[in-house]
């Protein structure tokens, strides 16, 4: 295996690959690896030429120098994956390489795009007689080298040309089943990948406050609260997430001889998919609840001039539970973590649900869960659950009511509400939980506050409402005391 020129090997490249930064070169050997002939280019060459020099020995790779030569590089019809940044920079290579590709080539953007922007460009392409496919990718880097989990959209017949191939570099699932399949149409697999992200935010959100919990509620220390996560790791809640987790309270900062947690500045970032997920679910009508505060929770730790402002605002001493009653809770913080997640995820298949209906994508999600069971950053054993609920019911209205997440949340209800109080009454804030709670009650309320507001809209603004006795739309003349209500023009 050796790394050839373009010259010598015109139109014989299976997939081309243009973006050397990390995430394009290892995309890149990893097709290589898997024994593709992987034509490769970047904006400047000496990346190109450096991949080639490190790791032309794991298979066959084609350097072009520009444009014209990756493409020339490439059989038919051509298969070329654009891993740049997402936005401005992703319309510019499109603009660069379309011009120099046939009807019926593929274009693949797996950069992290939002879906708009994939739908946009694949009607765009589309009307070029170009296929493009919006990919989404999960599991970073590693990811990208070792197996990630691939949401490829676009059209069917493109997933035809490329669906091999991305099932042999994707990663497996514990059954073997490759992490890929066919989102859906234009931009349905860009749009997974951002609710994946959301509940990605969620999920780690969560895990942060089950962390805060144990620390300031029961006293543990970085280090023993990793002995938590692992141990939670053996059971339902085994994810990449709780393992990395533990990971990281285990550690000590080589510097100070601190746990790492405690020298890291407390102020969260983020690249935006998260946010796009809450502005997206909100573009639908979804309630996202649970991500949401995931996101404005990085946003409030962001806010340092704010916190420190209000830094001298009350509060109570946090309880300090000891003995039993100190394992108790830890059990509790297991339940109220595990039924948060499942109020998460059933919240970010809802949005998958409501997006699939509003843009007529027919996503399968029993399919959209089974593809993150593994390569993705929210890989985990609960999947496995998720799928087959949806399995037994693809019309499942929530996962909430699956048999076996019911069951779980009856049982862990109690617990779960337990720790709510108790963060409350301590004075940690525990958005995630706290908010999973809340949608789990106004799901489950028989009647909700949305009656009286109906009523305030009313008074206010003679905005109607309708009614429980009969049908048709009403008013009440407010103002008028005494006087009945009368049915709306
Ligand atoms: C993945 C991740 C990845 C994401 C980073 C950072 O699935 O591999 O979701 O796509 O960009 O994890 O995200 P934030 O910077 O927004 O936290």
Known sequence: MHAETEAAHHGTAEIGVTGMAVMGRNLARNFARKGYRVAVHNRSATRTRSLVQDFGHEGTFVA????????????????????????????????????????????????????????????????????????????????????????????????KALGTMLESVAAKAPDGTPCVAHVGPDGAGHFVKTVH??????????????????????GRTPAQIADVFRTWNEGRLDSYLIEITAEILAHTDAATGEPFVDVVLDQAEQKGTGRWTVQTALDLGVPVSGIAEAVFARAVSGHAALRE????????????LEGAAADRFVADVEQALYASKIVSYAQGFHQIAAGSQEYGWDIDLGEVAALWRAGCIIRAKFLDRIRAAYDARPALPTLLTDEDFAAALRDAQDAWRRVVVTAATSGIPT????????????????????????????YFGAHTYRRTDRGGVHHTRWAQEGRPEQPAD
């Open 309 to 320: 402002a209000a830094a001298s605002l009350a509060g109570p001493a946090p309880v300090a």
């Open 197 to 218: 992200n959301g509940i990605e935010y969620a999920d780690m959100q969560l895990i942060a406050e089950a962390y805060d919990v144990l620390r300031h509620a029961v």
């Open 431 to 458: 958005p995630g939980f706290s908010a999973a709670l809340a949608y789990y009650d106004s799901l489950r309320a028989e009647r909700l506050p949305a009656a009286l507001i109906q009523g305030q809209r009313d």
């Open 64 to 159: 072009a120098e520009s444009a014209a030569e990756l493409v020339a590089a490439l059989q038919r019809p051509r298969r070329l994956v654009l891993m740049v940044k997402a936005g401005e920079p992703t319309d510019a290579v499109i603009e660069e390489f379309a011009p120099l590709m046939d009807e019926g080539d593929i274009l693949i953007d797996a950069g992290n795009a939002h879906f708009s922007d994939t739908r946009r460009r694949e009607q765009e392409l589309r009307a070029r007689g170009i296929h493009f496919v919006g990919c989404g990718i999960s599991g970073g880097e590693e990811g990208a080298l070792h197996g990630p989990s691939l949401m490829p959209g676009g059209s069917a017949s493109s997933y």
